[in-house]
């Protein structure tokens, strides 16, 4: 559930696992909260307080899933869920940008609109493949009536040889894939599609059986007839809808990334899957076997809810493509607000894309690695450097000379010993890690930590976000917990201001941990330990803003901490559409 919904029912809703019943008595599936007195109400000024810098926004409105990214004849075309009339959820467009470097992005007309009967009430989520010839080609979900029923389509280039392909066209053997066999309410976004030794395409449409996740799975010779295997690629018990499914291989040679019809070689594959009931997405690395057509994770990391995840923080309905202008599989993701959807109105935007990552397998084999594209770094500006700067207990210390509000800050932290870590207690194992970070928040006094950064932060600490490290020592290793914590980054009292948090699997030999995060204005996106661990949280100072918001370094744990290396740079504006 959106943090909006908490706040405002225009519509008498309640959320009861994935399904909205509305006062009419209806039943609709849904993913969003309808608010139908707002969703056509333009914006005619827009408040830029916690507008951010360098993020990917359009100039208004409201913003949802990434769609069908690509690299094709040298730009990158990004496709997104967008409401040309308001700032809340309703009239959904594929809107469409591109960009030479995937910082800087030029606005072109929507893509992809309501317009035909196969998709007159929606035009939802969906992905690019290039076709032989390289034919970029669009499958994305339908919604043909007002019983919400989905299926999939189609739309290719009017002109190819338009750079921009500024026109897409929907042809009339639209739809390809009718809701057969399936739940037809919970039947939407396709994946991007993968060749076979067999002659067959294939892709995945996520999907719900009762209250199994399902990945559907369709294979099609000529792209255009498509059939339904009998059995999905891959499900799970008591998962819920499983929206926006991205299936992938990854190299155990490198960090490069490959094309998705690559499935034999030393390689895992990836699938990942957002869950409409928590709101956040999970993967897990396993074996394809593609003679049988089955997916097997490994049993490294649990398949359900309290599995892995591209990021711990608010952060859903992601994409990737291979970008192979680079050989990099990049990873977008969209992080919706956490004020409600009256502020929305009022600031006349919401929703934001997290900063392009590239996205490779860990040398343990056991989870993915993030970090943000290397074109990120352009932006960087005046630069401050710190080194040697020893933290004890109660300590902070402020990063000056640079834009606190807007800034790119990486960091590394050493400690002489582990033997003051906390015990970690057998009772906690039960407990996710958000629910660890709100008892053991960035005030209580640790052992090792909590140390890290007070992101966004007023004079005086009224307000801040603290991104850090705990260190605990349990019956057999080290546990490492990584938070960004909302609780205290702003004054203003109804916001979902969560503690975000995840468990980092690195090793301590070296005493060492480090962080980069990304701050603008509004969102705080970090990546620990290299990249294991990313978290992202979107918050809303009403002190710490601007050239008010400061940044610090801190320890509040008996053990000191050094700042063994610290880079900070101001962030510039891109050309952002």
Not at 443 to 453: I, K, N, R
């Amino acid at each position: 559930m959106e943090a909006s919904s908490w706040f405002l029912r225009v519509l008498v809703v309640v959320i009861l696992r994935g399904t909205v019943f509305l006062n009419n008595g209806g039943v609709v599936e849904a993913s969003h909260e309808v608010y139908m007195e707002y969703q056509s109400v333009s914006a005619v000024e827009l408040n830029h307080l916690h507008r951010t810098g360098f993020h990917f926004q359009p100039k208004r409105h409201w913003i949802n899933d990434p769609n069908g990214p690509m690299y094709y004849n040298g730009i990158y075309h990004f496709f997104y869920q967008y409401n040309p009339k308001g700032a809340v959820w309703g009239n959904i467009v594929w809107a469409h940008s591109v960009s030479t470097d995937l910082i800087n992005w030029k606005p072109l007309p929507p893509a992809i609109y309501p317009s035909k009967p196969f998709d007159q009430y929606g035009t939802w989520s969906g992905s690019a493949t290039i076709l032989p010839g390289n034919k970029p080609i669009i499958l994305y979900t339908g919604i043909i009536d007002k019983n919400n029923t989905q299926v999939q389509n189609y739309a290719i280039p009017a002109n190819y040889s338009d750079p921009y392909l500024q026109k897409w066209i929907k042809p009339n053997n639209n739809p390809l894939v009718f809701p057969v066999g399936v739940n037809k309410t919970a039947f939407r976004d396709p994946t991007t599609a993968w060749f076979g030794k067999d002659g067959h395409w294939r892709i995945l449409v996520g999907g719900r059986r009762k209250h199994r996740g399902m990945a559907h799975l369709y294979r099609s010779r000529d792209f255009m007839k498509w059939t339904k295997a009998q059995h999905p690629l891959h499900s799970s018990a008591m998962t819920g809808m499983w929206e926006c499914p991205d299936f992938y291989p990854v190299s155990l040679d490198s960090e490069n990334g490959l094309e998705v019809s690559v499935i034999e070689g030393n390689i895992k594959h990836v699938l990942k899957v957002s869950l409409d009931e928590t709101r956040y997405e999970y993967y897990t690395i396993g074996k394809y076997f593609s003679k049988i057509d089955k997916y097997v994770p490994d049993n490294t990391s649990v398949d359900s809810w309290a599995g892995l995840r591209y990021d711990y923080g608010n952060f859903y309905a992601s994409k990737t493509f291979f970008d192979c202008g680079k050989n990099r599989r990049i990873l977008w993701g969209w992080a919706n607000e956490s004020d409600n959807s009256i502020e929305d109105v009022k600031k006349g935007w919401a929703g934001i894309q997290t900063i392009p990552r590239k996205a490779w397998l860990d040398k343990s084999e056991k989870q993915l690695v993030q970090w943000p594209v290397e074109e990120l770094e352009t932006l960087r500006r005046r630069k401050v450097h710190l080194s040697n700067q020893k933290l004890n207990l109660g300590d902070h210390v402020e990063i000056k000379e640079i834009t606190a509000a807007q800034a790119d800050v990486e960091v590394t932290f050493s400690f002489p010993s582990l033997d003051k870590a906390e015990a970690f207690d057998p009772s906690w194992v039960n407990m996710d890690a958000q629910e660890l970070c709100k008892h053991k928040g960035s005030t209580v006094q640790g052992g090792v930590g909590p140390f890290g950064l007070l992101t966004l932060a007023s004079q005086h600490l009224e307000e801040y976000t603290p991104v850090f490290f705990r260190v605990f020592k349990a019956k057999d290793n080290h546990v490492v917990l990584m938070c960004s914590d909302a609780t205290s980054s702003s004054l203003k009292k109804k916001l979902y201001k969560p503690s975000f948090a995840g468990f980092v699997n690195v090793d301590l030999a070296e005493n060492e941990l480090s962080l980069r995060s990304l701050i603008d204005n509004s969102v705080v996106e970090s990546f620990g330990a290299g990249g294991k661990t990313c978290i992202t949280s979107r918050v809303y100072p009403t002190l710490a803003v601007f050239k008010d918001a400061h940044l610090y370094v801190f320890n509040n744990g008996t053990e000191t901490v050094t700042v063994e290396n610290l880079d900070a740079w101001s962030m510039n504006y891109p050309l952002m559409n």
